[in-house]
């Protein structure tokens, strides 16, 4: 577009630079449809193989602390103790 404005050599040159640029642009993103393909594929193998995984993790993780968080045991302590509240 700078040809049509200014009408010189220099001008001329640009936008065929500019130009060029655009459609070696075009040519990389275009090879690269097939990279781009094949990352998408390999990351929904990731996800598939890995999700069972984590959901693995996500129970050992659960019964850990639910391991760690035991209930308090209703068992009278060993030994003699006196019992101060009076039965009926």
Same mark, same amino acid.
């Given at each position: 577009?700078? #040809? *049509?404005?200014?009408?010189?050599?220099?001008?001329?040159? &640009?936008?065929? %630079?500019?130009?060029?640029?655009?459609?070696?642009?075009?040519?990389?993103?275009?090879?690269?449809?097939?990279?781009?393909?094949?990352?998408?594929?390999?990351?929904?193998?990731?996800?598939? $193989?890995?999700? *069972? %995984?984590?959901? #693995?993790?996500?129970?050992?993780? @659960? &019964?850990?602390? $639910?391991?760690? @968080? #035991?209930?308090?045991?209703?068992?009278?302590?060993?030994?003699? *103790?006196?019992?101060?509240?009076? *039965?009926?």
């Amino acid at each position: 577009m700078v #040809a *049509t404005v200014l009408n010189s050599p220099r001008a001329v040159e &640009t936008s065929i %630079y500019v130009v060029r640029a655009f459609i070696k642009l075009r040519e990389l993103l275009a090879s690269n449809k097939e990279l781009a393909k094949r990352l998408d594929e390999l990351e929904e193998r990731i996800v598939r $193989q890995f999700g *069972t %995984y984590d959901r #693995a993790i996500a129970g050992i993780l @659960n &019964t850990l602390r $639910q391991l760690m @968080n #035991a209930p308090e045991s209703g068992n009278r302590p060993i030994g003699f *103790t006196a019992d101060l509240e009076e *039965t009926s």
